[in-house]
């Protein structure tokens, strides 16, 4: 009796498929070629995506790096955000006073692009043959003010030479500036000093620091009761104000030019995109002036 059920159970697993029959074989063909077919088509799409990939970021294999002014920092991260969108091309950024820049980049440091807030900087640079020729263009420019904590008391400040500074606003203990021996924004400070006729004076007083954005941050501590950076400093932070606003004639033109540093395909791309309307308006929106677009032999 149980031999014969069993041998029931067994004809029954026969011809369900069960235990190797003829639509068990069947089954496996078809579980294995779609299988096969599943992984082939899998495959292709991946394939597919990466060939994409490959193409979108060809030129940016190797990332480029973009050694700018610290003034600079918070338009040029945001161009290095749009562009990597754009290009896939990774962008790496160095930020400091155009000096330590400049004598980084004639030590060897290995930029791809450079972006000074100094003409002379970027003269030097030319000089010793660290730029690529016929790259270099003026970008932006900038101007000089005089700015204070924002809660601090207003003060009246006339930008003038019969206005005394030094006697009028005593109060004025410390002047935080860039390093007029190093840094651009010190300089044409000093230089708007000297014009004023109130350097001697105001020299007491005054706070050299690394960078402008190491001067703004002062003001914005309240560590200094007041300091001179770009008026897009001051527009950047919510904890300065505004009290005064050099005129342009006091002091060299406050303009930004960039140049090529190396060979990079990329690194002329990055360059021309900061020109591209997109850019000019992020530019405008930080308050910097944009200058005229580079020329096609600039490429």
Request: aromatic share 8%; charged share 20%.
């Amino acid at each position: 009796m149980h031999q014969g059920g069993g041998s029931r159970q067994q004809g029954a697993r026969r011809q369900s498929g069960i235990g190797g029959g003829r639509f068990a074989r069947s089954n496996r063909f078809v579980d294995n070629h779609g299988g096969t077919f599943m992984r082939f088509t899998t495959a292709i799409i991946l394939l597919a995506a990466l060939c994409a990939a490959c193409s979108r970021a060809a030129p940016g294999s190797q990332p480029i790096t973009i050694f700018a002014a610290a003034s600079t920092t918070d338009v040029m991260r945001q161009a290095g955000r749009r562009f990597e969108d754009t290009t896939g091309i990774r962008v790496v950024f160095s930020f400091d006073s155009s000096s330590n820049l400049a004598r980084q980049i004639k030590a060897g440091s290995p930029a791809d692009v450079y972006l000074s807030a100094d003409e002379a900087w970027m003269d030097d640079l030319a000089a010793a043959g660290a730029i690529r020729q016929g790259t270099r263009r003026d970008l932006l420019a900038n101007e000089l003010v005089l700015i204070a904590p924002a809660d601090a008391e207003d003060v009246a400040v006339q930008m003038s030479s019969e206005f005394d500074f030094a006697g009028r606003l005593p109060q004025i203990r410390r002047i935080a500036i860039g390093d007029p021996d190093h840094v651009p924004a010190g300089r044409y400070a000093r230089q708007a000093l000297l014009a004023l006729g109130w350097w001697e004076t105001l020299q007491p007083r005054l706070v050299p620091a690394q960078d402008v954005r190491a001067a703004l941050r002062l003001v914005e501590m309240s560590e200094a009761d007041a300091g001179i950076v770009y008026s897009t400093d001051a527009i950047a932070s919510t904890k300065v104000r505004v009290l005064a606003r050099f005129p342009a004639e006091l002091h060299d033109p406050i303009v930004y030019p960039i140049a090529q540093c190396g060979d990079s395909a990329g690194a002329l791309d990055f360059i021309r995109f900061l020109y591209s309307p997109e850019m000019n308006q992020v530019f405008r929106d930080a308050g910097f002036r944009v200058m005229g677009a580079p020329q096609d032999g600039g490429r």
